[in-house]
């Protein structure tokens, strides 16, 4: 195994409402092959920022693990600089823009925050991000809510609008170059298999891997799983 430093360094990136709990497993072990950075994406409203953000915060070639939103701010940084970028891991996303339908739920979001009922659309959502199975887990829907909280209405409506303006990713698919890793949760509640499928399709240098029972929030949900195959990525990177 190689010792921290000798690879680029990894850059762990979380989706919305999420903060550095998403990486509570993943990052230790990730720190035993190469020097690990978390980048929660809170003070933008575009993934143009977030991207920019995140490339001034790291030396000048990196890996990247993104999740979810995350992978929309991974995708504009390889199109912005490609070169910097040594791999990309993409867990629990996809590629294409929003459609009208889930722009306007978006916005509902946003009314209702601007409402004052935050904590109601966390628990919206908290069915779309866990399997069946885990949304009796105590311990887990409280990680869930505690990762909200820390985010915060501010940052929760500065992720919606990068989200909602985010560009359609899928024309520069084929032009990815960089080795790609796509982890796919089987029960996911917002993206789908065929997502991935497209994505792997695309992109010449990829990988898919699906987790089996489990939801949109696989590295707590399957945390040992999650973090053998990006460790056997990156150590293959």
């Given amino acids: 195994m190689s010792s921290p430093g000798v690879r680029p360094p990894v850059v762990l990136i979380p989706g919305q409402l999420c903060t550095e709990l998403l990486w509570r497993d993943q990052k230790p072990v990730l720190e035993r ?6 980048r929660v994406q809170r003070d933008h409203d575009n993934v143009g920022a977030m991207a920019d953000a995140v490339l001034a915060s790291m030396p000048e070639r990196f890996s ?7 992978a929309f701010v991974a995708f504009e940084i390889l199109r912005r600089s490609p070169a910097r970028v040594a791999s990309v891991a993409l867990l629990s996303t996809l590629a294409p823009n929003d459609s009208p339908v889930q722009t306007a739920r978006r916005e509902g979001y946003l009314h209702l925050v601007e409402q004052g009922k935050f904590a109601e659309v ?15 887990d105590t311990a887990l829907v409280s990680a869930v809510r505690k990762m909200a909280a820390d985010t915060g209405e501010a940052a929760f409506l500065n992720q919606q609008r990068a989200i909602m303006s985010r560009p359609d990713s899928r024309p520069g698919l084929a032009v990815i170059s960089r080795p790609a890793l796509i982890m796919f949760a089987r029960q996911d509640g917002i993206v789908t298999l065929a997502h991935q499928e497209e994505m792997h399709r695309e992109i ?8 089996e029972d489990c ?3 696989m590295t707590l949900e399957r945390p040992q799983i999650v973090s053998e195959l990006l460790a056997d990525w990156i150590s293959a990177t």
């Fill in 204 to 211: 010449r240098n990829s990988r898919l891997e699906i987790v």
């Fill in 64 to 70: 990247i693990v993104a999740h979810a939103m995350g």
């Fill in 215 to 217: 939801g949109h929030l």
């Fill in 33 to 38: 092959l190469t020097a690990v950075r978390v």
């Fill in 122 to 136: 966390v628990e919206e959502r908290i069915p779309m991000l866990l399997h069946p199975a885990s949304r009796g």
